[in-house]
């Protein structure tokens, strides 16, 4: 039996618990932001509409003419009641479109000296930096300062600790 267990034991290995990497790390960072100017316009259409009872229509208006340097117009209406004495209704209505932009110089800054503003426009201010700033620490968390409109000021802190990877 001792021959049997000297004949075993080579073969039982016994192995010690290992941690086989531990890993930390902490990663701060900031991030600043000021926004830009913006402009969005959008070009508004012409349109017309008439309508009424107890009319007659000798002419009617209408839109007319329009080009790429030019909005178009308002043709003249002519009517008259139909059966006089009697009640009645009539409505014109038109909207005059945008006259539409084809040639825009941007400046060397890459802004529009004077942009276009259409019939539906909305603008932005660009952001003002102000006291915005941002710090880094080895020892401690990140500090932002607030800075002024059109500003973000965002500091993070990751910690990652990684065992047996």
Do not use: C
């Not at 080009?67 to 038109?94: H, K, L, M, R, V």
């Not at 000296?113 to 620490?137: C, E, I, K, R, V």
């Amino acid at each position: 039996m001792k021959k049997l267990l000297l004949v075993i034991t080579p073969f039982i290995m016994i192995t010690p618990v290992h941690a086989g990497e531990i890993t930390s790390r902490i990663i701060d960072s900031v991030q600043l932001t000021v926004e830009g100017p913006a402009i969005q316009s959008t070009r508004i259409g012409s349109s017309y509409s008439v309508s009424g009872s107890n009319i007659s229509v000798t002419t009617l208006g209408g839109l007319t003419g329009g080009s790429t340097s030019a909005p178009q117009t308002i043709g003249s209406t002519n009517y008259d009641i139909n059966t006089d004495g009697q009640a009645f209704t009539f409505s014109e209505t038109s909207l005059i479109g945008d006259t539409p932009v084809t040639v825009q110089t941007a400046q060397s800054t890459g802004t529009w000296a004077q942009p276009n503003l259409y019939g539906n426009s909305t603008t932005s201010a660009g952001g003002s930096n102000g006291s915005l700033a941002g710090t880094l620490s080895a020892t401690g968390i990140s500090t932002v300062t607030a800075g002024g409109p059109g500003t973000t000021a965002v500091g993070q802190r990751t910690v990652e600790l990684s065992v047996f990877q």
